[in-house]
């Protein structure tokens, strides 16, 4: 059975940056596309990065030049660097596989006061 343990979001002030990272098992890591989604208060969740098993990465718009997602196969963990954070980037942050698997992690809250 696939799990999927996000951590590392916290409380950061606009302009700051957070690494989330994703320990992924129940699958074979290596050979997934993987990515990150992200859910604001009232919003539906949005894929905001992916990095393929050849570690080609692809960004949502709102967040290109600021994220940076890459992946460790050995340790079966997906990250997600995040610099230069605005209010705008607060949600909770899943890891899931793209396209994605119908179980989910607990996410793991940023939250970027201004």
């Known amino acids: 059975q696939v799990q999927l343990v996000e951590s590392g979001g916290g409380l950061v002030q606009a302009g700051g940056s957070l690494r989330l990272s994703c320990v992924v098992s129940?699958?074979?890591?290596?050979?997934?596309?993987m990515a990150w989604y992200r859910q604001a208060p009232g919003k539906q969740r949005e894929m905001v990065a992916e990095?393929?098993?050849?570690?080609?990465?692809n960004y949502a718009d709102s967040v290109r030049g600021r994220f940076t997602c890459s992946r460790d196969n050995a340790k079966n963990t997906v990250y997600l660097q995040m610099n230069s954070l605005k209010p705008e980037d607060t949600a909770v942050y899943y890891c899931?596989?793209?396209?994605?698997?119908?179980?989910w992690g607990q996410g793991t809250q940023v939250t970027v006061s201004s």
């Open positions: 990095i393929n098993s050849y570690g080609s990465t």
């Open positions: 899931n596989t793209k396209p994605y698997l119908s179980s």
């Open positions: 129940g699958i074979i890591f290596r050979i997934e596309t």
